[in-house]
């Protein structure tokens, strides 16, 4: 079963509110990430826990807060975004030994800020 | 830098007209390059994994073989679902997983 489950799948928000997005996967994967995607273009690297610690944060506005509770959950906090902060926001999970292999991907949450 | 480019950003083909995406790529420490397919509006799907120059992986009408500077996806008698956008992406060490600029792929009947 080689899943990963977002929620929820649509958002919207104003600048002012705070929401969270959720990432789950059972596949006993150690290492789950979050990216950003812009219409039309690639998905973008924002951060990367390993064996629930965060590794990787590739220089992300303090807006976006992470969580990684436990090895299957992944949680990215929102607060006080802006309308350019819009997009789809995938989580992964990441297999193979020592983190090698590919990434399984999520449906991806759409995130509307008005 | 670290740069992942693919090419042609677009392109179109005739049912049965095969034809090759490139990703080329810059960087340091890699540990892998992988092919993904994304549906409008979902995630990547995976497709491939190679490690090494010179392998090859093959999926029904997908191939993917793998360079010390690019990698190609041939897709040899392409049909109108095979229509999507393909990413190449690189694994680095410490955990990085970059995407390409990605191609999109319409297939005409």
């Known amino acids: 079963d080689t899943e990963v489950t977002q929620t929820p799948k649509h958002l919207v928000m104003g600048m002012t509110n705070k929401k969270s997005l959720k990432c789950e996967q059972h596949?006993?994967?150690?290492?789950m990430y979050w990216y950003k995607q812009k219409a039309k273009k690639p998905p973008e690297l924002m951060f990367v826990?390993?064996?629930?610690?965060?590794?990787i944060n590739e220089s992300v506005p303090s807006r976006f807060s992470p969580e990684c509770p436990n090895s299957s959950l992944l949680n990215l906090h929102l607060h006080a975004l802006q309308p350019e902060d819009s997009a789809l926001y995938l989580c992964?999970?990441?297999?193979?030994?020592?983190?090698?292999?590919?990434?399984?991907f999520g449906e991806g949450s759409r995130l509307t800020v008005l | 830098e670290d740069q992942v480019t693919q090419s042609p950003e677009a392109l179109r083909l005739q049912e049965g007209e095969s034809s090759s995406l490139n990703c080329s790529y810059t960087v340091s420490g890699l540990r892998g390059l992988f092919w993904y397919r994304q549906d409008p509006g979902k995630g990547p799907e995976f497709l491939f994994t190679?490690?090494?120059a010179g392998e090859e992986k093959e999926k029904e009408r997908l191939k993917a073989t793998l360079t010390k500077k690019e990698s190609f996806l041939h897709i040899t008698a392409p049909k109108p679902e095979d229509s999507a956008t393909y990413l190449c992406?690189?694994?680095?060490?410490?955990?990085?997983?970059?995407f390409g600029t990605g191609t999109s792929l319409t297939v005409i009947p």
């Open positions: 992406a690189v694994r680095l060490t410490g955990n990085q997983f970059y």
């Open positions: 596949m006993g994967h150690r290492a």
């Open positions: 826990y390993s064996y629930e610690k965060l590794s």
């Open positions: 992964a999970s990441g297999a193979g030994i020592m983190n090698t292999g590919e990434l399984f």
């Open positions: 190679l490690y090494s």
